[in-house]
């Protein structure tokens, strides 16, 4: 049986349009318009999938937000090696599982916020359960949960209501963001991995060369395969998250609010194509995922 942990929110409308008020003016034109976007982003579901670097920092910005039911999910604990970019991290909750912190935190910001906790975090036996009442999942597991990554896509691919899967992934300096579709490739036809194949060696650099589109100009790829496999560790650079976060939360925000298809904005394509950035050299760019490569393609191309 699951092990679930559900905080059930308060609500108090005064203090919600007091917290979310200057979201509002980047929402619409007339206070009609920018009050019936925000509502969308209180009756919406998110679940997060992995509460390391980059979930949790995205579960409380989806708080700060305004949305009003998170789901979160990370069968680890917080440890010295994570302080250096995990939310919730510190001296004072070293042991302690992550979605519980990260969990208790979102709820604390405002009470106002309903959050399921996971603390087993994904299973093949809980991914269903998961996904069924989200709008939208973000994919931030831990690069070496191969099965139960794919376990939470395909509950994804089975959900009605789950619209996509995003996921945000930091490699070096940057982050490469995908959008997971129903009428897309699969995250698993795209890995190209069995999930019960062991992950080490060649297996791990062929799963690495998915998470990583787009090799950074530094450090050598011998270096990063040290780590990846001798090591068996995800190097993170302190400051790379954020810009995960950054590239993965505005994404969320235009399709609550139904903005996703605005003239104005340059959608984000199917994965497995998908956008990067590298903050070492300041270059944002589209990749096209064919013939088992990407390449840079113009963002309105296609």
Request: glycine share 8%; charged share 25%; aromatic share 10%.
């Amino acid at each position: 049986m699951t092990r679930l942990i559900r905080l059930e929110c308060i609500y108090d409308e005064e203090v919600y349009w007091k917290r979310v008020h200057r979201n509002l003016a980047w929402l619409g034109d007339t206070p009609e318009e920018q009050q019936e976007r925000q509502k969308r982003f209180s009756d919406v579901t998110v679940g997060v999938a992995g509460c390391g670097g980059i979930g949790g920092a995205c579960a409380v910005r989806l708080a700060r937000m305004g949305i009003r039911h998170i789901k979160v999910a990370d069968p680890d604990v917080f440890e010295w090696t994570n302080v250096n970019r995990q939310m919730g991290a510190s001296k004072a909750n070293l042991g302690k599982n992550k979605a519980e912190v990260v969990g208790q935190m979102v709820y604390e910001l405002a009470g106002d916020v309903t959050v399921e906790i996971f603390p087993e975090g994904i299973t093949k036996d809980n991914a269903r359960e998961f996904v069924n009442g989200c709008d939208l999942v973000l994919d931030q597991m831990d690069f070496y949960l191969l099965g139960e990554r794919y376990a939470l896509h395909r509950a994804f691919r089975e959900s009605l209501r789950t619209k996509y899967i995003l996921s945000a992934w930091c490699i070096g300096w940057g982050t490469s963001l995908f959008k997971w579709t129903h009428e897309g490739m699969s995250l698993e036809e795209y890995f190209d991995i069995p999930e019960d194949t062991p992950l080490k060696g060649d297996v791990i650099i062929r799963l690495l060369s998915k998470f990583m589109p787009n090799k950074p100009p530094f450090p050598s790829i011998e270096t990063i395969y040290d780590w990846f496999v001798n090591k068996h560790t995800v190097p993170l650079y302190a400051a790379s998250p954020p810009i995960a976060e950054a590239a993965v939360i505005p994404q969320v925000a235009l399709v609550v609010a139904g903005l996703e298809d605005a003239p104005f904005v340059t959608k984000l394509p199917a994965a497995p194509d998908c956008w990067v950035f590298d903050s070492m050299t300041l270059e944002g760019r589209f990749l096209r995922y064919e013939g088992g490569v990407h390449h840079a393609i113009d963002c309105h191309e296609g």
